[in-house]
């Protein structure tokens, strides 16, 4: 008789992560479930009943220490065993008095990660000398990391930084924070390579003194979002203090192999609200960022490389993911987005379009084709046509536009739509305006309540 499949919850909210869990556990034989934040996973548990969780300790909103707590206070037992994975040691002691069955330190190795699972699915922890040989292989994959990384970035620097302190001026400007910067390990140190807002942040310092989680992200290879700095124990005090930073996110730069060789960071004095979809999009910028540096070291020529209009500009693939995480978030608030897609003569003014924008905030654009470009905005309001309306004007004044194909939506209007359709509504508007000799073709996207369904009106 086959013995049924074991369920694993997974509570991460970085993609990667939850993605090399399920393939080492799915491998092994088990069912795998994942939740993006802690809120989600605390759902997931009551309708699921999952047979173990494991838990990241650093999520937008609720983060995994409080999720111990909830756990316990909100669900009648039996309760899952909970493993918390972090690369944040300071936390062991607490997690563990929360009721934590185990502490596992990132990065953790497949064979590692296998044993523990089945250790914890019958409620055992692991030995001393099991836990003594998790922490020898963590650290001597972080050492590997540190010098691995130290001599591919030796190789691509001189190709890269032209582009990188545009892109993060664009970033920190895309997600309305004061500061956004790039760091690559050099010399086995994480130092500022290109960086845009805090004049602090100079090139060449090394983050050990002011951003010191980010050696954590390297090593770990995985990301980390802090609405609020202060309000974690472990980032107000000791060796992860963040000293004059309240809001902090940063996701790793991969090279081949998945090797973490940087970090890309936003940091801002003030606290902030963060949501999930906020770390995926930046994220799926990280991913982008780490292909353009393995492409680089390859040797491509710049006419081959992805974004090669220049900071703000994205490929399709990763365009659809990111405005459908802008769909999402639109969901969650109130406010409009808008979408176009341009067919133009000269694409390249479109990257100068969104760069000198009045409010780049949530404004980004992609590359289609030799004469085609999308661009898209999420405002807070029903600001978000007039905003495109505007910039496309300004283009019309700088080089020949010959048709646009838009596609606008509410929050109180939404359907359910996801980025790639949203971008292949905007693309079918554009033909029909081609077909009509130019112009401007428009698509207001509704839902309406009464009898339930989606539809589609000309503007």
Not at 120 to 148: D, M, Y
Not at 245 to 272: K, M, S, T, Y
Not at 278 to 293: K, T
Not at 354 to 370: F, K, S, T
Request: proline share 5%.
């Amino acid at each position: 008789m086959t013995e049924p499949k074991r369920r694993i919850l997974v509570v991460d909210d970085s993609k990667e992560l939850q993605e090399y869990f399920r393939f080492v556990l799915e491998e092994a034989g088990h069912d795998v479930i994942s939740a993006l934040s802690a809120e989600e996973g605390l759902s997931q548990t009551k309708t699921l009943r999952p047979d173990l969780i494991l838990l990241d300790l650093i999520m937008p909103g609720m983060d995994g220490l409080e999720f111990l707590t909830r756990l316990r206070s909100d669900f009648a037992p039996p309760i899952p065993p909970t493993i918390l994975c972090s690369g944040f040691e300071l936390t062991e002691e607490e997690a563990l008095r929360r009721g934590a069955l185990m502490f596992v330190r990132k990065p953790v190795a497949p064979e590692d990660l296998r044993e523990f699972v089945a250790l914890g699915l019958i409620g055992e922890r692991v030995s001393a000398e099991t836990a003594a040989r998790e922490r020898a292989h963590s650290a001597a994959a972080r050492t590997h990391t540190r010098n691995t990384a130290t001599r591919f970035v030796g190789r691509i620097r001189g190709e890269v930084e032209q582009r990188a302190a545009g892109q993060m001026a664009w970033l920190g400007a895309y997600f309305g924070v004061k500061t956004a910067l790039t760091a690559l390990m050099e010399e086995g140190r994480l130092t500022v390579f290109a960086t845009a807002g805090d004049c602090s942040f100079t090139v060449g310092l090394d983050l050990a003194w002011r951003l010191p989680p980010c050696y954590e992200i390297l090593e770990s290879g995985s990301s980390l979002m802090l609405a609020d700095a202060s309000a974690h124990s472990c980032f107000s005090s000791g060796p992860y203090r963040l000293e004059g930073v309240r809001f902090f996110a940063g996701v790793p730069l991969l090279a081949p192999e998945g090797l973490p060789i940087g970090v890309v960071c936003l940091v801002d004095a003030q606290a902030r609200k963060t949501h999930a979809e906020d770390l995926a999009i930046l994220e799926e910028f990280g991913r982008q960022g780490s292909l353009l540096l393995r492409l680089i070291a390859l040797g491509l020529p710049e006419s081959e490389l992805p974004g090669r209009l220049g900071p703000g500009m994205m490929l399709r693939s990763p365009l659809e993911l990111v405005v459908d995480a802008e769909l999402r978030r639109l969901r969650q608030s109130t406010g409009s987005m808008e979408l176009a897609v341009v067919e133009m003569d000269e694409p390249e003014w479109m990257r100068e379009a969104v760069l000198q924008a009045p409010n780049p905030e949530r404004l980004g654009a992609g590359a289609l084709g030799p004469t085609r470009v999308v661009v898209y905005k999420r405002h807070r309001r029903d600001g978000a046509a007039g905003e495109i309306r505007t910039l496309l004007a300004g283009l019309e004044r700088t080089t020949h536009v010959r048709a646009v194909g838009a596609a606008g939506i509410g929050a109180t209007q939404l359907p359910a739509v996801t980025g790639q359709d949203l971008l292949r509504l905007g693309e079918l508007a554009l033909e029909q305006a081609l077909q009509s000799g130019g112009g401007t073709q428009r698509l207001v996207l509704q839902h309406e309540v009464s009898g339930s369904r989606d539809v589609l009106s000309p503007a």
